[in-house]
Every structure is written in C-alpha cells, then in structure tokens.
C-alpha cells in the first residue's frame, strides 16, 4: 500500500497550545522534574524502583476492585514478520521441525518453531527497560551508560519488572476528545489536552496508575497503511510529562511511539523519552493498541480497568515484547 502523506492541517492538527520547546526550556524541564522524582523517594540511583513506587500492595488490591465485567481485553498489536515503511527489520519466524507433510502418520510429532525481534522497532508492542535511555553519559537515576555492555545491561535492566507491572489502568482517548479518529502525524498531546480528556471521560489519574495514551496511531496505520514514522508521527509534547509527574503515574503506554516526530524540542529527538524514562524513572510502553479496548469502555462507561504488563524474563535486557491485558 502506499505511503500516506501527513496532508494539509485538518480538525486533527496539531495543537496550536503545543508549542516547539527551545533547548533552554527543555534542560529546565528536565531538572524540574528530575527532582520532583527525586523527593517523591524510591531513587534509582540508591537501588530505588523509581515510578514504580507509587505501586503497593494497597494500589494493585484497589486495581482488582476495578474489574466489573470479568472481560480480558489485549493491549498488544499482533507481531509483525513483513518488511513495511515503518519496519524495515521486522520479526522473524521460521519452523524448525520437519514439515507437516513429512511428520510420521503415527506416533508422536512436535512442531517447534524460533522467533526472532528488534524489540525497539517502530511496529511491535514493547516495553522499554529504565537502561533503554541514555542521555548525557548516564541511565536513568544518574547510573553511569557504562552499565550497559555488549553482555547487557547491569543495571535497571527489564529484571527489574520481572514480577510483572499491575495496578489500575486509565486510558485517556485523545481523538475521541477532540472527534476525529486519530491525530495526523507531527500532532501532539499536552498537559491540557489529557485533564480535558479526563473531564469528558470522567476519571482521574492517580498515584501509581499506569497512564495510556490513545493517539490512533495503529487505527490510522490499519487504514490508511504503513508510513516512516520516523520522520512523522503523533505523540505526547514535552511539557505534558508535568501531568506524569503530578500525578505521580507509575508508567506510561500509547499506541504510539510516545514522542512526536518530527521533535518539537530544539536538539533532543526524543524528549518525552528523555524525560519520561530518564527523569522520572518510567517504564514505557510503545505501539500499544486499543482499538478492541474503546468500544468496551465506551459501552460500560468505564476508562479505568485492572492493568497486567507482563514482560519476558530476559537477560540483562534493554526491553521486551509485551502483551499488556485490561481487565474490566
């Protein structure tokens, strides 16, 4: 299919209160809310679990309150194998046992199979380690880069989340609130864009939360094809991580990418990155899809739901695939 082009400015355009961030503005925003982190306590940097810590037993036992209908929703796009625009070094998957053809008429026969993946790519649902963001020599919490070697990262790896990511899930439908469905590539959602997104869906995000951020991403893409989302795609602004950080949000998921592209801040190109996982010690989740999961909050009136992430137990790895379930 071909290629679309981000197209002339529509009712879904870019916000005209999101505004490009000069370096200056971005490096304040970063140490404000680098210390806002720090004094809200658990710091990465003495072995803390960062954003995480607004999760407790008390917060995952409120979360299981929030299960109405016993329904079990994925948040995850199906893996994908074919080379598009947006992924140029997709998933693999080859069988490894003999054909079905060639299996023995009786007796016992397994199929087996291998799966390869660029757990970063720009396609597949993932979930980023607090290893995943360097920025100016360090990890998240001040931890030296030189943590993370060629063997794998010794520190904030995605062993830190191996038990798993459970709490109370809130999507905030971006699209839905503005009537349009998806925002262009180059769009982006601010601070004000998600408290409107709240008043119209009546829920609040709270402490220890896991914020999702629906910006059509994957609808525009099943419709309208693959693009270079490397050069253009919809995502927060910077300045909407001060929303994360007052509500202290244990972990942030969209459907895209999370970061706007082309950058709006002057000098970094992935800025809600740098301070969504550097700052605030976040785990992200990228390229989400919740497209099975709308109708059902829409026909229950419900945005809030029981949020399992579940990640592989790799390696000193600096992610993982992940398929996160809503339970409602």
């Given amino acids: 299919m071909a290629e679309p082009e981000p197209g002339p400015p529509g009712p879904g355009a870019p916000n005209p209160d999101g505004r490009p961030q000069s370096r200056a503005a971005f490096d304040a925003l970063y140490t404000r809310l680098r210390q806002q982190a720090d004094a809200a306590g ?3 940097s003495t072995g803390g679990r960062g954003a995480l810590a607004g999760i407790t037993p008390a917060t995952v036992l409120a979360a299981a309150g929030e299960v109405r209908l016993g329904l079990t929703v994925s948040l995850s796009s199906p893996v ?4 598009a625009s947006d992924n140029p070094h997709p998933a693999g998957h080859r069988l490894t046992s003999r054909p079905e053809a060639e299996a023995p008429a009786t007796g016992l026969h397994f199929a087996t199979d291998r799966f390869s993946m660029n757990v ?4 597949d649902s993932h979930l980023d380690a607090l290893c995943h963001v360097v920025y100016n ?8 880069a030189s943590t993370v070697t060629a063997e794998g990262a010794t520190a904030l790896s995605i062993k830190l989340v191996r038990n798993g990511i459970v709490g109370r899930g809130v999507l905030l439908d971006i699209p839905r609130l503005r009537g349009v469905p998806w925002l262009e590539p180059g769009d982006h959602v601010t601070a004000d864009d998600l408290r409107a997104a709240e008043a119209a869906q009546g829920v609040r995000v709270g402490t220890g939360d896991i914020l999702l951020v629906r910006v059509g991403h994957r609808r525009r893409r099943e419709e309208a094809g693959p693009w270079d989302v490397s050069r253009s795609r ?4 910077p300045t909407a991580m001060e929303f994360l950080s007052e509500r202290r949000v244990a972990a942030l998921g969209s459907d895209g990418n999370n970061d706007t592209a082309p950058s709006l801040t002057e000098g970094v190109d992935f800025p809600v990155h740098v301070l969504g996982i550097h700052a605030l010690g976040l785990h992200f989740m990228d390229y989400l899809q919740f497209e099975d999961l709308v109708p ?4 229950a009136d419900r945005w809030s739901f029981l ?3 579940a990640p592989l137990r790799l390696p000193a790895a600096t992610g993982s695939p992940v398929n996160p379930i809503a339970i409602l």
């Fill in 137 to 144: 020599g360090t990890i998240s919490g001040g931890i030296p």
């Fill in 296 to 299: 059902l909050c829409e026909e």
């Fill in 42 to 44: 658990s710091p990465l």
């Fill in 307 to 309: 949020c399992v992430v």
């Fill in 234 to 237: 919809a995502g927060l602004h």
């Fill in 80 to 83: 994908e194998t074919d080379v």
């Fill in 120 to 123: 970063h790519g720009d396609a």
